[in-house]
């Protein structure tokens, strides 16, 4: 099973991943990791990523899920997911971009049976705030609005868990151990 920690910058994703990890004994993966070099220079520099700038991105976290999902382990993942196209990439790789180029049709689904996406959800000027006095980050605040603007918040048919980011991690993390232990089977349980 594989959990996709998703949401804007500063929403907290990491601090909740490897809250979990430590938590469950689940390898954590922090998708900014593999950022290409362009792409942190250019947040650096305060300038939004396109779709263009993402897609290799993207594509690169797609293939650890992959190697998660055959290995047959559990694990999370950060990644901030913000579109719906960006979280079918991540289901489904290159085949994601096939099927939504003009005249395909490539029909893929909007889930996957054993990966999940958890949401952190939370209002602009919480995050901001958060993101003002976070250090050490290449992410910038003022690059805040234009992930707000890109974000096309997950539905329910995408295997979801929308987490409320006011709540304390520990109190987040108890969702989360709520949700894997509804859909484990009894079998495998934490």
């Known amino acids: 099973m594989i959990y996709i920690i998703m949401g804007v910058s500063g929403s907290g994703k990491s601090t909740l991943g490897i809250f979990l990890s430590k938590k469950l004994n689940w390898p954590f993966h922090e998708g900014d990791s ?3 070099k362009e792409n942190i220079e250019k947040m650096a520099r305060g300038e939004p990523l396109t779709d263009q700038d993402r897609f290799p991105w993207l594509l690169k976290v797609h293939e650890v899920i992959q190697r ?4 047959g382990c559990d694990a999370l993942v950060a990644c901030s997911a913000l579109k719906r196209q960006y979280r079918q990439i991540l289901l489904h790789g ?5 099927a939504s180029s003009p005249g395909s049709h490539l029909d893929i689904s909007s889930s996957s049976p054993d990966v999940f996406f958890i949401y952190l959800h939370g209002d602009y000027d919480f ?3 958060r993101l ?4 050490g980050h290449y992410m910038r605040a003022d ?3 234009s992930q707000f603007d890109a974000l096309e918040p997950p539905l329910n048919e995408e295997n979801v868990l929308t987490l409320d980011i006011r709540k304390g991690v520990s109190e987040m993390a108890v969702e989360v151990e709520k949700h894997i232990m509804s859909v484990k089977p009894s079998t495998e349980k934490l």
Do not use: D, G
């Open 34 to 36: 593999f950022h290409s």
């Open 68 to 71: 998660e999902k055959c290995s």
């Open 94 to 98: 290159s085949r994601a971009l096939s």
């Open 127 to 129: 995050i901001y705030q």
């Open 132 to 135: 003002v006095t976070r250090q």
């Open 143 to 145: 690059l805040l609005r």
